[in-house]
């Protein structure tokens, strides 16, 4: 048997590796297959192997043979794999498990699937040479037809019925072939003329050549997606598509509807997670093969094809939707920029607030910043954002009286308000109200988190723990609780003592229906709402049209807390609600409940200075030790008992330590969500400045623990998270 009888496979199964497959006829790389494994049949791609991942024995007496050639497409194209074969390394998941996760449903069965051909029809030099005979009228109008330029099908068969035939038979003969179908000449719909920073942003971004990411840092309503549609009009011009990724929440009919309206003749397909799947595969298929021009979506049309691809635009890139929290845990942002790098072309990173990861990028110089620092229209004004001090004031079930008043007042004036209530409840932190101090641990630069039912404080960090003191070890207060207390029944309150007004709570349950925003839009901007009450849903980018009043509650929660990128979130949202305010005439007001009026965050609120935090916040993380100062990897485990996670999570520690050459483990520590679905979790946290140093480590890991799991049984689960976002 010769060595080029067999090939490599790649399945979706949660091993590491390809699998090696006899094969009768010549198979090329991207092909999809159909291959016996153990006892079922699955679906397999050809791949060129990774150099270094495991290839299994290759007795070609024991190698099973393909079965099937799914051939009614052609290969995956390479910059598909390619894609797939760094986000498998990056991630360190097994390439076939990453391979899969990037395919759409309908194309990880073993089943063959077809597509059918629009591309038109066009004479070849045979065809032309070779015209119907003159008492076939009807054939010979068709060809004098295809004389003027290519037809589709349906055009041909406009002119005659049996067109479809006719032309499939020229085919056969080589007097027709398919010719690629040609992009629509692009149409602009309607567009305001742009102020002098869009312009100049817009300017800067037309000036851009090859591979180069730019961050459009523009406030709530300064005009971004106006910036983007400008962009992405001059690549349409140019024929080459383009990718937009949206956060989950805001991939809205409006958004979609606004790019249908400025791009009438382009077309534009929708991917994201809650498609039929013959909807998504017909929109992933029509952007492989080039016949789309924009794909709008969620993190996973990050996989797209687009072999034209010409620009991507990354919209609110801070959003924590982008990260992909199971399985294959990839940042959709970040495998965007590699893309583009691969693709040599701009990308586009949008956002009021952008992450600190991308700010260290800009600072760094390896992203370009432009700035929007106005309103695109209405009122230019930003809104006052005043604090109210809660320390000396009698709360109502949460509820201070300046807000309460502020609400009344809207509520009298026919004006909408929206309560934001902070509520990252399930890891609190314990402060003390007279002096401020917050519950961190000794042994590294963690919060510790009370558990009250144990009555202890604990590092999710580095595992220390202790119990809860029954005093402020400052200052001897014994008035020291957990922070963020108190919002749970905030909306009922609320009810309570403003009986008139009328309330729309959003949060996950209320908008879990597939309609359900749709309803909200449609009570809102019928005026049948004075108070909507919501969660960090609301923070997002929602246009709610003229809300006069924002009134923020529980915010210190998120001040100090055990995830170190709390505050970063925290003023991110309150960034976004405040820019929820007065967006139309009025300008609007935001009040802040705290117990910590002086605190940096706040009056970096105050002052609407995004970039005079984000530097002081990204000092203090390189301080820390947190990143993006460091590069991380979170290793977990989880298994019916504690117990079993942390021993497995020490063993691995041990096995570990002496190849992790520049690397720091920590831990094992209980997860900050400890207990989910009936399993305990725990971590080792895997942390280095370098992150080629962090990578070696993570390049030996997977084999390595695989090993040691199979002497802990079934009931233990690992996984790797790298860049993991939360804790
Ligand atoms: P962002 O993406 O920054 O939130 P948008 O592009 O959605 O901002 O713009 C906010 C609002 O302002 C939209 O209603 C948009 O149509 C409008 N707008 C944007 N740019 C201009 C402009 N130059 N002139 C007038 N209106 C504009
Ligand atoms: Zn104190
Ligand atoms: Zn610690």
């Known amino acids: 048997m010769s060595e080029r009888d067999s090939v490599q496979v790649a399945v979706d199964v949660p091993l590491a590796g390809t699998f090696s497959y006899l094969t009768e006829s010549p198979v090329m790389s991207g092909m999809r297959v159909c291959v016996p494994f153990g006892p079922r049949r699955l679906c397999g791609v050809v791949v060129t192997p990774i150099p270094g991942e495991g290839v299994p024995d290759c007795d070609s007496a024991k190698l099973k043979r393909i079965e099937m050639v799914l051939d009614g497409l052609p290969p995956l194209p390479e910059e598909f794999l390619a894609l797939v074969r760094f986000a498998a390394d990056y991630y360190h998941h097994p390439l076939g498990q990453t391979l899969f996760t990037a395919l759409p449903t309908t194309l990880r069965e073993p089943r063959d699937i077809k597509r059918p051909d629009r591309r038109p029809f066009a004479l070849t030099a045979q065809g032309l040479a070779e015209p119907p005979p003159a008492r076939q009228k009807a054939r010979l109008a068709l060809w004098q037809a295809l004389l003027d330029g290519p037809l589709t099908l349906e055009a041909a068969k406009a002119h005659t019925p049996q067109a479809g035939k006719w032309l499939a038979d020229w085919l056969a003969e080589g007097k027709t072939e398919r010719v690629a179908l040609e992009p629509p000449a692009l149409q602009l719909g309607e567009s305001p003329a742009l102020n002098d920073e869009q312009q100049a942003a817009l300017d800067a971004l037309r000036r851009s050549e090859g591979f180069q990411p730019w961050l459009l840092h523009g406030i709530t309503g300064s005009g971004k997606t106006e910036v983007y549609l400008r962009l992405i009009a001059d690549s349409l011009a140019a024929r080459r598509q383009v990718l937009v990724l949206v956060p989950e929440i805001n991939l809205t009919p409006q958004l979609i509807d606004r790019f249908a309206r400025r791009f009438p003749a382009s077309r534009i397909v929708v991917q994201h997670s809650h498609l039929a799947d013959g909807e998504r595969l017909q929109g992933w298929l029509d952007a492989w093969h080039g016949e789309a021009d924009v794909v709008i979506g969620t993190r996973l049309s990050v996989f797209t094809p687009l072999p034209r691809l010409g620009l991507i635009v990354v919209d609110e890139e801070h959003d924590g939707s982008f990260k992909q929290q199971d399985g294959l845990r990839y940042h959709a942002r970040d495998l965007a920029v590699w893309r583009a790098r691969r693709a040599g072309i701009a990308i586009v990173l949008g956002s009021a607030t952008p992450s600190l990861e991308t700010v260290a990028n800009v600072e760094a110089g390896r992203y370009q910043k432009l700035a929007l620092s106005r309103r695109a229209h209405g009122a230019a004004r930003l809104p006052d954002v005043r604090l109210v001090d809660t320390r000396r004031k009698k709360l109502v079930e949460g509820l201070g009286e300046p807000v309460l008043e502020a609400l009344k007042t809207r509520l009298a004036r026919k004006e909408m308000s929206l309560v934001f209530i902070n509520r990252r409840g399930f890891a609190p932190v314990v402060a003390c109200t007279a002096c401020g101090w917050t519950s961190g641990c000794p042994h590294c630069s963690a919060k510790l988190v009370v558990h009250l039912m ?6 999710h960090h580095c595992g220390w723990e202790e119990p809860v003191p029954p005093a402020c070890p400052d200052c001897g207060d014994p008035d020291i609780k957990p922070l963020g207390e108190g919002t749970q029944r905030l909306e009922s309150a609320l ?6 007004a009328r309330v729309l709570r959003i949060d996950r349950d ?3 229906r597939k309609d359900a925003w749709d309803e909200i839009y449609r009570k809102v901007n019928g005026g049948e709402v004075d108070i909507l009450v919501g969660t960090q849903m609301l923070a997002k980018g929602h246009d709610f049209g003229t809300l006069s009043l924002v009134a923020v509650l529980g915010a210190d929660g998120g ?8 505050s970063e979130r925290l003023f991110s949202q309150l960034m976004q609600v405040a820019g929820r305010a007065g967006r139309a005439e009025s300008p609007g007001e935001v009040l802040v409940q705290t ?16 970039d005079g935090y984000a530097a002081s916040l990204l000092n203090e993380r390189r301080q820390a030790g947190f990143p993006p100062g460091v590069f991380q990897a979170l290793l977990r485990a989880d298994s019916p008992q504690l117990a079993q996670a942390t021993v497995f999570l020490r063993e691995a520690r041990q096995a570990l330590e002496p190849l992790a050459e520049g690397v720091l483990i920590s831990g094992p520590a209980p997860a900050l969500m400890a207990r989910l679905a009936q399993r305990e979790r725990a971590q080792l946290v895997l942390e280095s400045p370098q992150r080629a140093a962090l990578h070696r480590l993570l390049d030996v890991l997977p084999p390595l623990l695989d090993g040691l799991a199979k002497t802990h049984g079934r009931a233990l689960r690992w996984s790797l998270d790298v860049d993991p976002q939360d804790w």
């Open 454 to 459: 144990e009555r202890k404080l604990r590092c």
């Open 495 to 500: 009810q309570r003592m403003l009986p008139e």
């Open 510 to 512: 209320t908008t879990s």
């Open 559 to 566: 001040l100090y807390s055990a995830d170190f990128r709390a």
């Open 595 to 610: 117990q910590w009026p002086d605190h940096p965050l706040y009056q970096a609120l105050v002052a609407h200075d995004f």
